[in-house]
């Protein structure tokens, strides 16, 4: 079974490889596989972390598209990471671009 990482943009799986390039076999497994492939994400919104912005000053985010409260961790910039439960189909606010520049999935809370 692949291993599956968030990252910006969409689902990363261990290698490196997008989830959006994945067969429609592999896609399916992603989907049940106890996490939210980006094939399931509401039409308009991206799943995972992103920014709000191209700015230094732009927020990182996290928009969890599951009906389950997750674990994530946050990549600060310096210093140790961070780690925070995401409530379901939560926007939560994570910290400045200046601070954080990822976020990922990495269990249930």
């Not at 490889?17 to 592999?26: E, I, V």
Request: hydrophobic share 40%.
């Amino acid at each position: 079974m692949p291993t599956f990482r968030r990252a910006l943009g969409g689902l990363l799986l261990a290698g490196g490889m997008l989830a959006a390039s994945l067969t429609p076999a592999t896609a399916a497994a992603a989907q049940t596989s106890g996490d939210v492939g980006i094939l399931s994400a509401p039409v308009g919104a991206r799943c995972g972390a992103y920014l709000t912005g191209e700015a230094w000053g732009a927020d990182l985010r996290y928009y969890h598209c599951g009906d389950t409260r997750i674990f994530i961790e946050i990549d600060n910039i310096s210093g140790p990471n961070q780690y925070t439960c995401v409530d379901p189909w939560e926007d939560k606010y994570i910290a400045e671009r200046q601070t954080a520049d990822n976020a990922w999935y990495i269990g249930l809370c």
